[in-house]
């Protein structure tokens, strides 16, 4: 088994994480470190795992030394770099997935989005954000038609913003709500524009359900196109992807939360057929986070992309 550390376990997408690890048949989480669980076990969150295993303090310095492992950082932006720095002196051969944005602009790291990657992780992964891949998804097929910007108008659940209290993940201030924020600079347009080398103008808003996320991007066209063609190219980019699913209907939300997949579909083309609109639709916690994570170490271990991910499969869902 390939020894696992995560620190920052506590979180919304550290959960997700213990439990993609306690069914995963090649990696075993060795160690788990979060301020406030620091001496609980972490069997208590995840049953499945054991019941010997506790929290640890997060502390860079005091990091195990996993020479031939990997270490998971799904910590709040911004806090990455001391973690990375002890992990070069410890282990630095080890695999490390950071899945803040700190490293997403770094060249040195490899960006990991699986489906849309020109080559293998090397052993410093980058973990895209959860609209960023969203995007991509239904953006990259179309690249070499794009004219202009393109536009994208987000919608996430509020797990998206953490557990750290602010209005973008109160129930009270989202219910019956849709709430704008970053509507121009959000770090994911960047991070976007940066990936496809296409401008994009993002707009995104939090909504009153925990999970799941849905982006329309509005793109427009260097030449009319048919909608057969449309679907054809989207079919064709993401047939070997089985994380990706492709359907005529616009996504819903609902229908990919809980799942480790994204889906793409709404085709709509303007009267001129040179205005596309498609919709794509993740569960942020899963595919805009852990599931991706996990796709990031298997190839990073020279394993099935896919092992310990059942493509199918709803996972148990947090609230
Ligand atoms: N939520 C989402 O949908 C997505 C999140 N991400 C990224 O993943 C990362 C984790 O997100 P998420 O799980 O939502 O965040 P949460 O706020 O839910 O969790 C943050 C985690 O970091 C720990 N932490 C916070 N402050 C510190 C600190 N000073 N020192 C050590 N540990 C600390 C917390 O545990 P404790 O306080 O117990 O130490 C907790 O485990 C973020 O970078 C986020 O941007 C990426 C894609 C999607
Ligand atoms: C609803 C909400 O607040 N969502 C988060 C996106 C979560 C994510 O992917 O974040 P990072 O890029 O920081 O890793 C946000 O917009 O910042």
């Not at 509005?218 to 190219?233: C, F, Q, R, T, Y």
């Not at 942020?284 to 986070?289: E, R």
Request: charged share 15%; with cysteine; aromatic share 6%.
């Amino acid at each position: 088994m390939i020894p696992v550390s995560l620190v920052g376990a506590r979180g919304y997408v550290g959960l997700e994480l213990m439990r993609l690890l306690a069914g995963h048949p090649r990696f075993e989480l060795v160690h788990a470190a979060s301020r406030e669980r620091a001496g609980q076990s972490v069997s208590d969150q995840v049953p499945a795992l054991p019941a010997s295993l506790r929290y640890s303090t997060p502390v860079p310095e005091a990091l195990p030394a996993l020479t031939s492992g990997a270490y998971v950082l799904a910590l709040p932006n911004g806090m990455a770099g001391a973690y990375v720095e002890a992990i070069g002196k410890i282990a630095p051969d080890a695999v490390v997935i950071d899945l803040s944005a700190d490293y997403r602009f770094d060249p040195a790291w490899h960006y990991g989005l699986p489906e849309l990657a020109q080559s293998a992780p090397g052993h410093r992964i980058a973990n895209p954000g959860c609209y960023a891949t969203a995007m991509q998804l239904a953006v990259a097929p179309m690249l070499d038609r794009i004219e202009g910007p393109v536009q994208c108008f987000g919608v996430s659940g509020y797990s998206g913003a953490g557990t750290t209290p602010s209005p973008r993940n109160d129930p009270d201030a989202l219910r019956d709500n849709l709430m704008p924020y970053a509507l121009a600079g959000h770090v994911h347009e960047r991070e976007v524009a940066r990936q496809l080398r296409v401008p994009v103008e993002f707009m995104p808003h939090v909504a009153p359900h925990f999970r799941g996320l849905t982006v329309t991007a509005n793109m427009h066209l260097s030449a009319p196109i048919g909608i057969d063609e449309v679907l054809d190219i989207y079919r064709r980019r993401y047939a070997k992807a089985p994380l990706v699913h492709v359907q005529d209907a616009a996504p819903l939300v609902r229908d990919n939360a809980g799942r480790h997949g994204a889906t793409v579909g709404g085709f709509t083309l303007s009267d001129d057929a040179r205005r596309l609109v498609v919709v794509a639709t993740l569960d942020n916690l899963l595919k805009g986070a852990a599931t991706q994570a996990v796709q990031n170490l298997n190839l990073a271990f020279g394993l099935d992309s896919l092992a310990g991910i059942d493509a199918l499969a709803s996972t148990e869902t947090v609230a």
